[in-house]
């Protein structure tokens, strides 16, 4: 069992849709990002949370680290969305981050 | 402020030759860390270096893999006789405090195809 799990693994939806996509981890962390990967392969951070929640434009990243579990969510989402999201924790102790397999979205419009 | 910069941006090799992926951290940064893409699979982490330190390098392979991040110049991933199964993308971030106080900043990757 990978130590970072996302779901779902591939999502499509209509423009304009709200989404969540999450992230279940079974170890200790310090810290979760949610990455974006184009489709030209390009890596962009997007958060980096420990508590609580973050909001960018129309992004809102929430944590809660009892239950270890994160979900990223994009409100009127729109075509030019459409990526793989990645979640990664940050284990603690160590100074590397661990992967999710990540979720393929697809926006139509 | 220009982002990280990795070169070359896509490298072809016939097995048994080396390569040498090159990443530039931005500006003030002095962490450096190092991933890989296998196609069709997830991220995952190789090695992580300061200036003329290997921090962590649990994630890289024991023979043909080495990393460095000289005092001056970009810090460079060598694979040693390239097999097909070293066809990936590797990717470079760099933050300028520890992985644990900062985000990453990840680099357009390199593309490497194993003929």
């Known amino acids: 069992k990978n130590e970072v799990e996302q779901s779902p693994q591939n999502l499509t939806a209509q423009e304009g849709e709200f989404i969540t996509i999450n992230c279940s981890y079974s170890v200790g962390i310090s810290a979760l990002h949610w990455l974006q990967q184009h489709p030209g392969g390009g890596i962009v951070s997007l958060f980096m949370?420990?508590?609580g929640k973050k909001k960018h434009g129309r992004l809102i990243a929430t944590i809660n680290i009892q239950e270890k579990h994160s979900s990223l969510h994009i409100t009127a989402s729109h075509p030019r969305d459409s990526a793989v999201y990645i979640c990664?924790?940050?284990?603690?102790?160590?100074?590397?981050?661990?992967f999710g397999q990540g979720t393929r979205l697809t926006i139509n419009p | 402020n220009a982002g990280v910069m990795q070169n070359p941006r896509h490298l072809v090799r016939r097995r048994g030759q080396e390569a040498r992926l090159r990443c530039s951290p931005m500006k003030g940064h002095s962490h450096v860390y190092w991933y890989r893409q296998l196609p069709e699979e997830g991220l995952k982490f190789m090695v992580y270096?300061?200036?003329?330190?290997?921090?962590?390098e649990s994630g890289m392979p024991k023979e043909r893999f080495s990393a460095e991040f000289p005092k001056e110049g970009p810090s460079i991933l060598r694979i040693q006789q390239v097999v097909r199964g070293d066809s990936a993308a590797y990717f470079c971030a760099s933050s300028p405090l520890g992985v644990s106080y900062n985000e990453q900043f990840f680099g357009p990757g390199t593309r490497l195809t194993v003929l």
């Open positions: 949370l420990s508590s």
């Open positions: 990664a924790v940050l284990i603690q102790g160590a100074q590397k981050l661990v």
């Open positions: 270096l300061q200036k003329e330190n290997i921090i962590d």
